[in-house]
């Protein structure tokens, strides 16, 4: 029997999972695009590997600024603010990734 307790846990964690299968699903559609539709990508695709490890590099930074910020046991009206700007910010991320395809 679930708890009234173990409500928030499950809806946060089932948010959590939906958020990622979101991201590969997304993922997993710019990856089916034909060639035809990036074609005019082609004179920037030269420096496209060196800008992903920049892009990577920031999104881990980001994330990890946003994880100990979490693990630091705010107040809970202080823990929802930064729950929410993680969420503003993924989405963020999410945005830019889909318009450069």
């Known amino acids: 029997m679930i708890t009234s307790s173990m409500r928030p846990l499950i809806v946060h964690m089932l948010l959590i999972i939906a958020a990622m299968l979101t991201m590969l699903l997304i993922a997993w559609m710019a990856l089916q695009l034909p060639a035809a539709q990036l074609g005019w990508l082609a004179p920037t695709r030269a420096n496209a590997a060196y800008f992903a490890w920049w892009r990577t590099l920031l999104y881990t930074l980001i994330f990890t600024g ?35 395809v």
């Open 66 to 100: 946003w994880a100990a910020a979490l693990r630091m046991r705010p107040a809970p009206v202080d823990q929802q603010r930064l729950k929410r700007l993680g969420l503003i910010g993924f989405s963020s991320i999410i945005l830019v990734a889909l318009f450069r």
